[in-house]
């Protein structure tokens, strides 16, 4: 069974930064799979944030955070990480880690199962 696990969610001010990391438990998967961050809160349907290809060469980010958070993954380590700065009070959500498998393959998706952001004003 494939684990996704999410870390690094906290509460800090507007302007300040966190870190959050993604571990999958599977190195092959990992490597054979797109990976994303979603974000969800209540009441809202889960927005993709920022996504990243199995080789990194293709990054693509939500308008709401492009020039403030990065994308990146250690196919090496398994993980995937979203470095988020000059945090603002509506990136405030459960953000959720997503292994998404290649369009067209009958391979399921995996997801983590979230850790909170919280960003005061």
């Known amino acids: 069974q494939v684990h996704v696990v999410e870390s690094g969610g906290g509460s800090v001010q507007a302007g300040g930064s966190l870190r959050l990391s993604c571990a999958v438990s599977?190195?092959?998967?990992?490597?054979?799979?797109?990976m994303a961050w979603y974000r969800q809160t209540p009441g809202s349907q889960r927005e993709l944030v920022a996504f990243?290809?199995?080789?990194?060469?293709?990054?693509k980010y939500a308008d709401s955070v492009k020039g403030r958070f990065t994308i990146s993954r250690d196919n090496a380590k398994s993980t995937v990480t979203l470095q988020m700065n000059d945090l603002k009070p509506e990136d405030t959500a459960t953000y959720y880690c997503?292994?998404?498998?290649?369009?067209?393959?009958?391979?399921?998706?995996?997801w983590g199962r979230g850790t909170l952001v919280s960003v005061s004003a």
């Open positions: 997503k292994a998404d498998p290649i369009p067209g393959t009958s391979d399921r998706p995996f």
């Open positions: 599977d190195l092959i998967i990992f490597s054979h799979y797109r």
């Open positions: 990243i290809s199995m080789s990194s060469t293709q990054i």
